[in-house]
């Protein structure tokens, strides 16, 4: 079946840690997403990649940082620059850009130890 | 810039309630609009889109009308189950308007009591 996998499921980092979370998906699609969810707050979108080898800062992008280097592959890095990295990350992706249906992974919860 | 705003929750409606959930949005550029359906410890899931003035979309016996003089793209049910309990995203992207990722509300919490 074709769909978008995230991995872990869960995570936990350490102060002063960088970690990254894995997003692969097999329906061919061209863009590709980061959102980070917290409680009472919606979605809010980190990255996000048109095209293989190009990405562009969402909404609130600092601390995080992506890599496009395979069209089915976009990891994202939460580096220790982040100051509140707790939340739930979604990636999703779509056929284009504009008003293509986005499919979403299952998450990943990461949490601080 | 783009924002949508959503009822808050949670609402809590017995089975075969009528349901209604309001969203109203701001946009600059020409906006799409989607309704996007979260169940417990998962993604999100389409649930229906509309892309121009006076579309409906549908799906699964949820509807929403693109009211573009109200700024609005409520979602209703006529007859709901307790399935259907999960948390509903208004969203939209909007040509033009910037980065090219969709905007939410913050989400509402549907709970249905059998």
């Known amino acids: 079946d074709g769909g978008i996998t995230q991995s872990p499921k869960y995570l936990f980092r350490k102060e002063g840690q960088n970690v990254t979370l894995s997003c692969e998906q097999n329906?061919?699609?061209?863009?590709m997403y980061w959102y980070r969810q917290d409680p009472g707050q919606g979605l809010r979108l980190i990255y996000y990649?048109?095209?293989?080898?190009?990405?562009q800062k969402g909404d609130i992008a600092e601390g995080y940082s992506v890599s496009r280097e395979k069209k089915e592959s976009f990891p994202l890095t939460v580096t220790s620059a982040q100051k509140n990295p707790t939340a739930f990350y979604l990636c999703?992706?779509?056929?284009?850009?504009?008003?293509?249906?986005?499919?979403f992974g299952d998450g990943t919860r990461l949490s601080i130890l | 810039g783009n924002s949508v705003t959503q009822m808050e929750g949670p609402v809590t409606l017995s089975e075969e309630a009528f349901l209604t959930i309001n969203c109203t949005y701001t946009?600059?550029?020409?906006?799409?609009l989607f309704w996007y359906v979260q169940y417990p410890g998962e993604g999100l899931q389409l649930l229906l889109k509309?892309?121009?003035a006076d579309d409906k979309g549908s799906n699964k016996g949820f509807e929403a009308t693109y009211r573009k003089e109200t700024t609005s793209f409520h979602l209703e049910k006529g007859s709901v189950q307790v399935s259907d309990s999960a948390v509903y995203f208004c969203?939209?992207?909007?040509w033009g308007g910037g980065a090219d990722g969709l905007t939410f509300g913050k989400g509402t919490h549907l709970i249905i009591q059998p």
């Open positions: 999703a992706s779509s056929i284009g850009g504009g008003d293509q249906p986005q499919h």
């Open positions: 329906l061919n699609h061209d863009a």
């Open positions: 990649s048109q095209i293989v080898n190009d990405f």
């Open positions: 946009a600059t550029g020409y906006p799409s």
């Open positions: 509309a892309t121009k």
């Open positions: 969203a939209l992207i909007a």
